[in-house]
């Protein structure tokens, strides 16, 4: 085995995981919603499981989004709703909670065998857990462990992988960036990354419905706390309206946060009487993922993501604001 470079103390435990998963088939699974940190993982881990002689195959809930489609490539990842169970054993990525995976995959998963995430608020609910909160992204992990091991990645790998890093990093521009993230990234491309093909997909395929979205979501805006905090919101029916999907939200608020003097955006989307909050900090300090978990939610210290059932925007607007209002008001400025 090569000398541990990245992570010395966590690549060994991940070997002897997947030593265990030898002779077995293995299902890895994601979130809901799968974002490019997300997708990345699933089609990294299968296919290195699959370069190792294990059966894998990728689950998930929800489509992959379609400016992520073109890097599965020829990776097997198919929805959970066709998926038959034949003594798979879980392995899931990106995911803070169990519940994250979704109803059918819960049932069909009692237990979980290994879950590589990197959110902070990740509950440690498998067999192996292997939860870096400082590395950027779960790819970022994975890769390290697969540089660290000397496992084979081939050009899909290291693609997925890179555009898992440069989306949860919001192209290398967010706090959790660190020289460890750029140099994993440059040895991804000595792999057959390639960072402008990534670009291309993520950024400059939008559809016309997307844009007619955003414009929605920022006339929308509307500043609270001495314009320390930004929202957004997508009222129910916009979705309709303007013809884009729920995908197309992503991104959304990071509008809001942008803004100077903003540390915190924020979104809000009504489906149906069923609200999901985005929340967005400029610096760690805020620790957004502990409003979130107010609200049954979670994720990193910069970036979270929380759920309602059965309100609405007018109902739940006031609740956010006076738990952002009380947090702030605890955590004072930052030093």
Known sequence: MKKSE??????PLFAAAVEQLKGKQVAVCGHLRPDGDCIGSIVAVVRVLRTLGIDAIGINRDEVPATLKA?????PLMLASDFELNGHVAVTVDCADKKRIG????ELFPEVALNVDHHISNKAYAKENLIIATASATAEILAGFYMDLGYEIDAVTAQALYVGIATDTGQFRFPSTTPETFEIARRLCEYGAQPSVAAHELYECETFAKIKLLQHFLN???????????????ENGVYAETGATIDDS???????????GVDIGVLI???????????????????????AKQFNGGGHACAAGLNVE??????FYPQLMEALGKHLETLGQPQ
Do not use: H, W
Not at 310 to 315: A, M, T, V, W
């Open 6 to 11: 990245f992570y010395p103390k966590e690549s």
């Open 269 to 291: 989307e009504d489906r149906d009487g069923a609200l999901k909050g985005s929340l967005r900090a400029k610096n760690p300090f805020y620790r957004v993922d502990q409003v």
């Open 71 to 75: 890097f599965v490539a020829d990776t």
């Open 220 to 234: 929308s805006l509307s500043m609270e706390f001495d314009n320390r905090v930004c929202v957004g919101l997508i």
């Open 250 to 260: 992503e991104g959304l608020v990071d509008y809001a946060r942008s803004i100077a």
């Open 103 to 106: 109803d059918r995959l819960i």
């Open 310 to 315: 059965n309100s609405s925007i007018k109902e």
